[in-house]
């Protein structure tokens, strides 16, 4: 009965979303700068950050909600909680669910408490992808556009205390008609895992070193873009099958 | 005499299946590496799914082999292992993260040119989401650093007959022995 309430929460969530003909907008090919540079071995010096050319790729508007991911385990079951093995979620995925149905009154927020994998299996059944880091970083960084405004939204998001109900999506879209990249939920991406994988590593527990730690502000494209190190802590310190409270998804395609 | 012929007849049956031994072997579990369904290709065009290696403890690694530095370290750890857990049916897997480039025949010539010995070695080459999914399973985090070459971390895992995660060395400190600790005879 939850789930059958979901479903139907589902598609009238398709009615209440913003008035966009496609859930994806069209993101434009062009050139990003990352913001590492080459992270160094130990004893090494940064060298500078070569822009990356970025192809022309389709993203989701918002970020993937309750009641879309409700309806994806209608037609997946084998990624229901308790059902998904744990090799791919931890004992916390999808933890406030009941009956295979979200937190009442959250139908329209972003999916939390899922792992990567199940964030991936979703878009595939879509036939679509997780974003690369790039991608989202670029989608974000919205041709220069309203840096400031992002910079100011992320930190008034970051001194908001844990534990508050997630807002649901519907934020006014950047310059690519992309919304709710920062202030809901941070967003797992394809390559996470890039985030961490150093130059060659003979000694991985001190991985991070060069990038977070006092090495770490010479190392980036702006020492200045706190929000920036942020995220990129934070997918460091991601792994596969870890699951957040605030962690959702987007997805993406190729155009 | 009726009943040598039919044990004989039995015996011989039985070894005209050897998949079907393979097909017996229960399902992974849960946390089991065995749970990712992808196919692979061995280093002679092979294709296998690594359930396929059940049965078997197996020490596993991703590299690639134009890696000019850690990728020999982490073979010459495995090498070490591989001397010092003899006699202990141990598989030896290398995964490479370059699939594109490193096909079955280039992991073939990487094989012989370092001198695994087929018998115990497989290297394999997957699609870009069977590495992706491996990787992600095993916690090998790893990028293209634009040079044609990538930046991974070097992480040897020992996998027990039924796929688990028995035991990860992520760094190349390593000492056999506390691999061997792990596989009584």
Redesign the interface.
């Known amino acids: 009965m939850a789930r059958r309430m979901a479903i139907m929460a589902a598609s009238s969530l398709l009615a209440l979303m913003p008035a966009c003909a496609e859930p994806m907008a069209p993101v434009p090919a062009g050139a990003y700068t990352p913001f590492f540079k ?2 160094p071995a130990k004893g090494q010096r940064a060298t500078e950050p ?1 822009p ?1 050319g970025i192809k022309a790729f389709r993203l989701d508007r918002f970020p993937v909600t309750n009641a879309q991911f409700a309806a994806f385990l209608e037609k997946a079951p084998d990624w229901r909680r308790g059902a998904a ?4 979620v931890d004992p916390n995925y999808l933890r406030r669910w009941r009956d295979g149905a979200p937190p009442k009154g959250e139908d329209n927020a972003p999916v939390t408490n899922v792992s ?2 199940a964030a991936q299996a979703f878009c595939e059944s879509l036939g679509a992808r997780l974003p690369t880091t790039d991608e989202w970083e670029y989608a974000l960084a919205d041709a220069g556009r309203g840096q400031a405004q992002v910079t100011r939204a992320s930190l008034d998001w970051f001194a908001k205390p844990n534990g508050a109900r997630i807002g649901d999506v519907g934020g006014a879209p950047n310059g690519y008609g992309v919304s709710d990249m920062i202030g809901l939920v941070w967003e797992w991406t ?2 996470f ?13 001190s ?1 991070d070193d060069a990038a977070f730690c006092g090495g770490g502000a010479a190392g980036v494209r702006d020492p200045a873009d706190y929000p920036a190190f942020m995220r990129y802590a934070l997918r460091a310190s991601l ?2 099958s870890y699951v957040q409270d605030n962690l959702g998804f987007r997805c993406a395609g190729d155009e | 005499m009726w009943r040598a012929l039919l044990l004989a007849w039995a015996i011989s049956y039985a070894l005209s299946f050897p998949v079907m031994a393979n097909d017996a072997i229960a399902p992974p579990s ?4 065995y ?2 369904g992808a196919r692979w290709t061995d280093q002679d065009g092979h294709a296998l799914r690594l359930r396929d290696f059940s049965g078997r403890k197996v020490l596993v690694a991703m590299g690639y082999t134009s ?1 000019p ?2 990728c020999p ?1 982490i073979l010459a750890n495995m090498a070490a292992i591989e001397k010092a857990a003899q006699g202990r049916s141990l598989r030896f897997v290398f995964v490479t993260l370059d699939p594109k480039v490193d096909t079955p025949e280039k992991l073939k010539a990487y094989a012989d040119a370092h001198g695994l010995d087929p018998a115990s070695w497989t290297l394999l080459n997957g699609d870009d989401k069977a590495v ?2 491996l ?3 095993l ?5 293209a ?2 040079e044609g070459g ?6 040897l895992t020992l996998l027990d007959e039924g796929g688990e995660m028995v035991m990860q060395k ?4 390593v000492d056999p022995k506390d691999f061997v600790a792990h596989m009584p005879r």
């Open positions: 080459f992270i070569r990356v093995p744990r090799l791919f990567w994998f394809q390559d895992s890039a985030t961490g994988s150093g130059t060659e590593q003979r000694n991985t527990s991985k792994k596969a | 849960g946390t089991s590496v749970t990712l890696c530095d850690i370290l992706r999914d990787a992600a399973v916690g090998v985090r790893y990028k650093n634009g990538f930046d991974h971390s070097a992480i992520p760094d190349m400190q």
